[in-house]
Structures are given as C-alpha cells and as structure tokens.
C-alpha cells in the first residue's frame, strides 16, 4: 500500500518544508541566546538572599525596631 507517489509526499520532506524547519529552528536558538544574555545581564549580577539557618533566625528573631523598613510608594 505504500506509493512514492509525489503528491502524497509530506510537505516537510519539500524543499519549502525544510526551510520552514530550518527557519524555525534558527528563531528557537536566537531566543534562547537573548534569554540568557538578558539572564547574565540582569538577573545575575544580583546578590543571593542568605539563607543559612543562623541568618532566618536572627531575621525571624529581631525586633521591629531593628528590622529594615520597606520603602512605601
């Protein structure tokens, strides 16, 4: 039951059909590059929050008055 018959050929075995993967492909792998640039531009240069067990407990621990006040917009 098989047949080469062109026309039952799939659209993706094409030339058109290669170039549309091809495209797609070139687009998945340009995101991914501007996302972890992005990542290594903006996120990464941040701190890390510490939290060692000593460090919850000496936030969790402390007075209002010794705790940092969040600035209100």
């Not at 797609?24 to 991914?32: D, E, T, Y």
């Not at 060692?52 to 917009?73: F, G, M, R, T, Y």
């Amino acid at each position: 039951m098989t047949t080469d018959n062109p026309s039952t050929r799939s659209w993706f075995r094409h030339r058109d059909g290669r170039k549309f993967i091809l495209e797609c492909a070139v687009i998945i792998v340009a995101k991914l590059v501007v996302l972890i640039a992005i990542w290594y531009v903006c996120f990464r240069p941040f701190p890390r929050a510490d939290t060692s067990p000593a460090a919850v407990e000496k936030h969790l621990l402390a007075s209002p008055s010794q705790s940092v006040n969040p600035a209100h917009d």
